[in-house]
């Protein structure tokens, strides 16, 4: 008899036994949002993916008991700010900024947002999954966000980011579970089910490019010494102009040359004529300053002009001078040709 009522208090645990369980939900994404190198003023839009995955857990139910879930993994402006419904932006360390945005779906058209059926709402997922009594069970589910950076955006040169983590990685699941059967997903993240849950911080990542150094648009002007009758007792001075267009924050060096008249193992500056076959020089030289105290050279970092671009048009002088000459040089016209190189 004590055998026997041992069994029946069992069997009346077993029936009273409660029937819930809390669903919780993770996610794992990719550390980065990697876009690489863009242009400024690209033509067409540069795309990236971002690979997440969503696991939820149940603990021991019964031996044939479900859960059904539905996720919303909701973002929000990210540390660039800017807004979920108009342009996230990634920002430089000068705060210069990108337009970019993240999307639900692969052909751009539903932005990914931070709220359940918001404007524009989080990205949802479903999975149905068993929770055996032993050890209970898990489901997962694998989802991209997809992301773009417009077109025809004029760029400041540097490294952009935006850092999604906090506040602004969200995750939201309903859930509906039974002892016997098919769960059924709720219609919902966040009401009419068994049980609702959010988590913030719940992952994170970083979105980034880079935008390369350039420059471009480079315009010269000839440097003419002008007519000169008889001797040259005192300098001559003169000036021209190189104007150039580099991306903003793009430091640049300019190398003048030293002609195609120098003699050679040496900086001598010549402008050259000829003159019955024979060949006769005139010297001069190129100056960074007004006062040509500062000979404008080709070393790097030692003798030549340096600058940062704006973005916009840029203009450099270029101060040259012929020195006096003793006698009187041979009548002719003096030329010389210097190669213009830009580093950036």
């Not at 190398?255 to 040496?266: D, Y």
């Amino acid at each position: 008899m004590r055998v026997l009522l041992g069994l029946l208090l069992i069997a009346g645990l077993l029936a009273a036994a409660p029937a819930r369980a809390t669903a919780v939900c993770t996610a794992i994404a990719d550390p980065t949002l990697p876009f690489g190198n863009v242009n400024s003023n690209a033509p067409g839009a540069t795309t990236g993916t971002l690979n997440i995955t969503v696991t939820c857990t149940t603990a021991a139910l019964s031996l044939l008991a479900t859960t059904g879930v539905r996720v919303c993994v909701g973002i929000g402006a990210g540390s660039g700010g800017g807004s979920s419904s108009t342009w996230r932006t990634m920002k430089t360390s000068a705060s210069d900024s990108m337009n970019f945005q993240l999307y639900n779906t692969s052909n751009f058209s539903q932005v990914t947002g931070l709220a359940p059926r918001g404007t524009p709402p989080a990205q949802e997922l479903t999975m149905t999954y068993n929770v055996p009594l032993l050890t209970g069970g898990s489901g997962a589910q694998a989802t991209q966000l997809f992301a773009q950076i417009p077109a025809n955006q004029v760029l400041a040169s540097g490294a952009y980011s935006s850092t999604f983590s906090g506040a602004n990685v969200v995750l939201t699941w309903a859930w509906n579970e039974v002892l016997l059967g098919t769960a059924t997903v709720p219609a919902t993240c966040n009401g009419g089910a068994t049980g609702t849950n959010s988590a913030s911080a719940a992952f994170s990542f970083t979105a980034t490019a880079n935008v390369l150094p350039q420059c471009g648009s480079y315009v010269t002007t000839n440097m003419n010494f002008g007519t000169v009758t008889g001797g040259i007792p005192a300098n001559i001075d003169q000036t021209a102009t190189l104007t150039l267009t580099c991306l903003k924050n793009t430091a640049y060096q300019v190398s003048l040359n030293n002609g195609q008249n120098n003699p050679a193992a040496t900086s001598t500056r010549r402008m050259a004529t000829t003159i019955g076959g024979s060949t006769y020089y005139l010297t001069y030289e190129l100056y960074r300053d007004s006062t040509r105290t500062q000979r404008w050279g080709n070393t790097l970092t030692v003798d030549t002009a340096s600058g940062t671009g704006t973005g916009s048009a840029q203009q450099l002088t270029i101060y040259g001078r012929v020195p006096p000459v003793s006698g009187q040089p041979p009548a002719g016209t003096y030329n010389d040709l210097v190669q213009v190189t830009i580093t950036y």
